[in-house]
């Protein structure tokens, strides 16, 4: 497995989460991009955020901007998305990703993914 994702789980409304890529050593470079995307139950996967591995310039869709945080642990080969303030709507599979080339938020240009893990925002 190249990318397992971890930390999903039934969180209230308002609460907190952080989710967990683990990166198999070889997949990862300078220039790489490690992204979240998620499907909410029935609709299509979207984009959340994403950073360079190098240099941990990040982007956020508008959706999540202000809420979620993504950093890297360049030790570890880990990506982490900080989920604060969540709301019922962010209910969905979250999905990490790696993007060797520039920076995009189309799930075309990401070539390898992980498993997904469940998150669910109850009311």
């Known amino acids: 497995v190249q990318l397992q994702a971890s930390g999903g789980g039934l969180v209230q409304a308002g609460g907190s989460l952080r989710l967990s890529c683990a990166a198999a050593?070889?997949?990862?470079?300078?220039?790489?991009?490690l992204g979240w995307f998620r499907q909410p139950p029935g609709k299509e996967r979207e984009f959340v955020a994403a950073i360079r591995w190098s240099g941990g310039m990040t982007y956020y869709s508008e959706s999540v901007e202000g809420r979620f945080t993504i950093s890297r642990n360049g030790a570890e080969n880990t990506v982490y998305l900080q989920m604060n303030s969540l709301k019922p709507e962010d209910t969905a599979v979250y999905y990490c990703?790696?993007?060797?080339?520039?920076?995009?938020?189309?799930?075309?240009?990401?070539?390898?993914w992980g498993q997904g893990t469940l998150v669910t925002v109850s009311s």
């Open positions: 990703a790696a993007n060797r080339g520039g920076p995009s938020r189309r799930m075309a240009d990401f070539d390898s």
């Open positions: 050593s070889g997949i990862i470079f300078n220039s790489s991009y």
